[in-house]
């Protein structure tokens, strides 16, 4: 007799996004949870996802539906979502892709992770619908697990960000960090993943840096899927250490996860959030949706910490973004640092975008040269 649909054994995906999938994955597998993943977004993956989207639509969705796709052919059943408040779009993309996918005669259940009503309850209720389990324990330890992960990828890329620019001997530190996060993914515990990180930072030490370099400093700041993913924003972060710079991005993966999944009763500092709306007060005064508000925000913020320079990015035609697009050259001009918005969509090339990082680079350098020279200059009179 074949089993009714509540019978059946749930079979897990959700779309990729940098190395989210490591926490989560943490996070399901320690509620007794059968996994499959699409692979990491690339070609393939945009390139499905745009046969079956609206042209308008932004990029992180087109990637999303290429992700379900991808994992709906590899054997899974079950997609989970989050559903966010604001008025991004992000908050209508589950529902828009299970229509789509319906369409396409997939045989799934969507579990959307509706941020709206609570974020505490509703995370703990929906991984307890998509993995079967019943135990609240078995819930809040998985949370637990994911949400050390999430800490720990972080610590070992913040390190990254500033070796990078420095080493010696190009690529090592990203050697490091890969070996690092596979300990991380492989970790069972908390104790493990911490283990992992102190095992990563023994290694970056043994790099050879020089500590004396002349080494410019941006904020990378913009929409947190192009933010975090290396293939949407073309390996960004990489390039610009690659060019002398370090890079110091605005949203980690546990900022994003702590303001998503812990109460805001139990932080124990300001997020990033709360600052970026204070900071950009005098530009905006309300949240318009999507990273809006964060992106002026954190260029106000980098000119109070005279950082060298602002690079925002965004994916093409998210209004949200456009907005804050439209507000950042103010912020330039009043401020006094350089900015420059970049926009992804599956028709940006790789050279191009490389070009525009070596002349803003080169700016910066410039204005970091007069800067020096006014200084001087006013000393002396």
Avoid at 78 to 83: P, R
Avoid at 325 to 335: A, D, G, T
Wanted: glycine fraction near 6%; charged fraction near 25%; proline fraction near 4%.
């Amino acid at each position: 007799m074949p089993k009714s649909e509540s019978e059946k054994e749930r079979i897990i995906s959700f779309p990729q996004m940098g190395s989210l999938y490591i926490p989560v994955c943490a996070a399901l597998e320690a509620m007794g949870a059968k996994i499959t993943l699409p692979p990491p977004n690339n070609k393939k993956t945009l390139s499905i996802g745009a046969r079956y989207s609206p042209e308008s639509i932004c990029l992180p969705y087109k990637l999303n539906l290429g992700n379900y796709i991808q994992a709906l052919e590899q054997g899974a059943n079950t997609i989970i979502m989050f559903q966010a408040p604001g008025t991004c779009r992000l908050g209508n993309y589950a529902k828009i892709a299970e229509l789509k996918l319906k369409e396409l005669g997939y045989d799934f259940e969507m579990i959307v992770f509706d941020l709206y009503k609570g974020k505490f309850k509703e995370i703990i209720k929906k991984f307890n619908r998509a993995t079967g389990n019943k135990s609240v324990a078995k819930a809040l330890k998985g949370i637990k697990i994911g949400l050390a992960k999430f800490n720990a990828l972080d610590k070992i890329e913040r390190e990254l960000l500033y070796l990078r620019p420095r080493e010696i001997i190009s690529g090592e530190a990203q050697k490091t960090y890969i070996k690092g996060r596979m300990l991380i993914q492989q970790a069972k515990t908390v104790e493990e993943a911490s283990q992992a990180v102190n095992q990563t930072m023994l290694e970056y030490k043994k790099i050879i840096i020089d500590k004396s370099k002349d080494v410019l400093k941006i904020f990378l700041t913009g929409e947190f899927f192009v933010l975090l993913d290396t293939f949407v924003n073309m390996d960004i972060e990489k390039e610009l250490g690659i060019l002398g710079v370090e890079v110091d991005r605005q949203i980690m993966l546990s900022e994003w996860a702590s303001q998503t999944l812990i109460p805001k009763w139990l932080r124990k500092k300001e997020t990033h959030k709360e600052r970026c709306v204070k900071t950009a007060k005098k530009y905006l005064t309300r949240i318009v949706g999507g990273e809006c508000v964060e992106s002026v925000g954190d260029a106000v913020y980098a000119a109070e910490k005279k950082v060298d320079g602002v690079i925002h990015v965004a994916p093409f035609n998210c209004i949200p973004e456009i907005i804050s697009q439209c507000i950042l050259p103010q912020v330039s001009k009043k401020e006094h640092i350089p900015v420059i918005s970049l926009l992804m969509d599956e028709h940006t090339g790789k050279a191009g975008l490389i070009t525009r990082l070596e002349a803003f680079v080169d700016l910066m350098r410039r204005n970091k040269q007069q800067q020096t020279a006014n200084l001087a200059l006013s000393g002396s009179v």
